[in-house]
C-alpha cells in the first residue's frame, strides 16, 4: 500500500494507520502547517475556508496526545452551532473506531437540544475528549458538572460566527475555568477586527497561520439583478423557470426574513425547504434529512446553513439579501461550484448594497448584470453607470460655474441672471463633449 505523507510528522504508528484507515494521502495546506505546530503545544490562529481539512488539522495532533490512563478532560472542542459540533464528534468517533483507543477514549457531545438530566447522569466520570456548543458546555461548567481545568488545549472553530452569535462571551466565560497555560487553538474563515480584544486575552505569542487568499472558486459566475421596487419572492419565482437548478441555496440575513420569504415562496408554488438556527431540534434532523433525499430543490437559510451543514449538489445560490460583509458573501458563494464543478450565484441588490459590490470588484470579482424581463434574461446596465453619469453632472456643473462672468456690482435678481448664464455655459460644454465623443 503507498504510504501517505503524514509520516513526516513523526506521529505514532497507531494514528498513522488510523490515517491510512481514513484514506488520507496528502496533507491539505492547512494541515501541512497546522499539525507540525500543534504538536509542539504552540497557540494557532488558523484562517482557512470550509471545506479545506482544519477539522483533521486540529484532531489528528490533539487527539495523538490524549492519555487514556488519566481520568480527567483533557481536550475542549467547541463550535458554534449543533450540526458542526455534532460534524466534528462524529470525525472524533470515527479516529476513536479506527484506532486501538477505541474502548479507551471517552469522549462526550455536549449540546442543546438533548436531554439535559440525562447527560449530567452521563458525565460522572470526566470524558477525555469534550464536543460542543459554548452555552451548554458553560451551563455544565457553572453546575460544576464538567471542570476543564485539567484541559490541555481548547479548540474554537468557526470563531468569526461565534462572534456574529455572540457566542465569544460564553467561550470568555468557559476559559476563566481552564488553566492559564492552556493551548488554544483559533479557527476562522475570517479574523474579523472587533475579536482582536479576545484573540489577545488569551492566546500566548500565537502562529498565524492563513491558508488560501483566493476569493471564490474561479468556475463560478456572479450575476446581480437590481431588486428595485419589486419583490424579491416574485423575483425569486421568476428565476426558477430560467435556472433549473439541481439544488439551490437561498440566502437571507435573518431567521424571520428567512420565514416570510420561505412563507411566500410556498405561496407561489414552490417547494422550498427551510433552515436555520431559530427551528427545534427535531425539526432541522427532520428538514436535513429532507435534504438529504433530494425532496427539495431549493431550501431558504441564514448564513448558520453556510457553516453548520454540509450541503452536497448545490448548483446554485440565490442572495434573497446580499450580507453586510464580503467574507459571509465568499461563505455562501462557496457554497457551489465545488470539487471542479460549474456554478452560479445569484444576487439580488439594492443601491444600499453598492459599497459591498463595489468592495469584491476591487478585490477580483467579476460582476455581470442582469435583469429578466417578460421570462427572459436580459443584460442590464452595470451599477456604476448611474454614478459616473452623475460625477460627469456635477463636473460640468462646476465647469459652467467657473465661467460665469460675475457682476461688479451686485444688483436685484444677479442670481438669476449668473444661474441662467450657467444654465447657458453647462449646455455648450455638454454640447462640444457630445461633437467631440462623435
Known amino acids: 500500500m503507498k504510504k501517505h505523507q503524514f509520516r513526516q510528522y513523526a506521529l505514532e504508528d497507531w494514528m498513522n494507520d488510523v490515517i491510512d484507515g481514513l484514506g488520507f494521502y496528502e496533507p491539505t495546506p492547512i494541515q501541512t502547517k497546522v499539525i507540525p505546530e500543534a504538536l509542539k503545544g504552540k497557540d494557532i490562529i488558523g484562517q482557512s475556508e470550509t471545506g479545506s481539512g482544519k477539522t483533521h488539522a486540529f484532531l489528528i495532533p490533539l487527539l495523538q496526545q490524549i492519555n487514556s490512563t488519566d481520568d480527567a478532560t483533557q481536550v475542549v472542542l467547541t463550535a458554534p452551532t449543533r450540526e458542526l459540533a455534532t460534524q466534528i464528534y462524529e470525525e472524533v468517533k470515527k479516529i476513536s473506531e479506527l484506532s486501538a483507543n477505541q474502548d479507551a477514549w471517552r469522549t462526550k457531545l455536549i449540546i442543546g437540544g438533548t436531554d439535559k438530566k440525562r447527560m449530567i447522569d452521563k458525565m460522572k466520570q470526566p470524558p477525555h475528549i469534550v464536543v460542543g456548543t459554548p452555552g451548554r458546555i458553560l451551563d455544565l461548567v457553572e453546575q ?37 497555560s492552556i493551548q488554544l487553538m483559533v479557527f476562522s474563515a475570517t479574523i474579523p477586527e472587533k475579536l482582536q480584544p479576545f484573540l489577545k486575552k488569551y492566546l500566548q505569542s500565537p502562529l498565524y497561520i492563513k491558508i488560501d487568499d483566493r476569493l471564490a472558486p474561479e468556475n463560478l459566475e456572479h450575476r446581480l439583478i437590481d431588486l428595485r421596487h419589486r419583490q424579491a419572492a416574485d423575483l425569486i419565482t421568476q428565476l426558477s423557470s430560467l435556472i433549473q437548478p439541481y439544488l439551490a441555496i437561498i440566502f437571507t440575513n435573518g431567521k424571520e426574513q428567512a420565514d416570510q420569504l420561505a412563507q411566500q415562496l410556498h405561496e407561489r408554488g414552490l417547494g422550498v425547504g427551510l433552515i436555520h438556527g431559530g427551528l427545534s431540534q427535531r425539526e432541522r434532523k427532520r428538514v436535513l434529512k429532507e435534504i438529504q433525499q433530494l425532496k427539495y430543490q431549493y431550501i431558504v437559510a441564514t448564513d448558520l446553513a453556510a457553516r453548520g451543514i454540509d450541503i452536497k449538489g448545490v448548483s446554485h445560490v440565490i442572495n434573497a439579501e446580499l450580507p453586510k460583509e464580503e467574507g459571509f458573501y465568499l461563505h455562501r458563494v462557496g457554497r457551489t461550484a465545488r470539487a471542479g464543478m460549474e456554478g452560479t450565484a445569484i444576487s439580488l441588490y439594492q443601491e444600499q448594497d453598492l459599497p459591498l459590490v463595489q468592495t469584491l470588484e476591487k478585490k477580483g470579482l467579476t460582476f455581470t448584470f442582469y435583469d429578466i424581463v417578460q421570462g427572459e434574461w436580459r443584460e442590464a446596465k452595470p451599477w456604476n453607470v448611474r454614478q459616473k453619469r452623475v460625477r460627469m453632472e456635477n463636473e460640468t456643473e462646476k465647469q459652467a460655474w467657473q465661467q460665469v462672468r460675475k457682476p461688479k456690482k451686485v444688483k436685484p435678481g444677479y442670481k438669476k441672471k449668473m444661474k441662467k448664464q450657467q444654465q447657458k455655459v453647462k449646455k455648450k460644454i455638454q454640447r462640444n463633449t457630445f461633437n467631440k465623443k462623435k
Open 144 to 180: 460544576g458538572v464538567l471542570s476543564i481545568y485539567s484541559a490541555k488545549s481548547f479548540v474554537i472553530d468557526e470563531t468569526d460566527l461565534m462572534l456574529e452569535l455572540g457566542l465569544i462571551q460564553e467561550i470568555d466565560k468557559i476559559l476563566t475555568n481552564a488553566h492559564p
